[in-house]
Nanobody, 120 residues
Framework: QVQLVESGGGLVQAGGSLRLSCAAS????????MGWFRQAPGKEREFVAR????????YYADSVKGRFTISRDNAKNTVYLQMNSLKPEDTAVYYC?????????????WGQGTQVTVSS
């Protein structure tokens, strides 16, 4: 399985910004996308954003549209999540994973994630 390492999380005041990075252990393919997910305490893991490696098309959860931007660097096997105008409800552990477009199922191993805490 693809191994992912997330970084960039931290403490930030509401309205602030953070940029998360996700480094993959190996190259992904054109039929894959890379996605960001998050899980708040006591809640289910939820989809945040994804980017198709081939087309660059992006998709976002309604809750983050207009505030978060996902991008990738193919040469570095890295995906980023620029988070602006952060809100307390964005507080969660953020994970990344490779997604097979045909099934929309994450195919990599879930890592430790990176904690994002937004204070009010």
């Amino acid at each position: 399985q693809v191994q992912l390492v997330e970084s960039g999380g931290g403490l930030v005041q509401a309205g602030g910004s953070l940029r998360l990075s996700c480094a993959a252990s190996e190259r992904t393919f054109n039929n894959h996308a890379m996605g960001w997910f998050r899980q708040a305490p006591g809640k289910e893991r939820e989809f945040v954003a994804r980017i198709n490696w081939s087309s660059g098309r992006t998709y976002y959860a309604d809750s983050v549209k207009g505030r978060f931007t996902i991008s990738r660097d193919n040469a570095k096997n890295t995906v980023y999540l620029q988070m602006n105008s952060l809100k307390p409800e964005d507080t969660a552990v953020y994970y990344c994973n490779a997604i097979r477009i045909a099934t929309m199922i994450p195919v990599g191993s879930w890592g430790q994630g990176t904690q994002v805490t937004v204070s009010s």
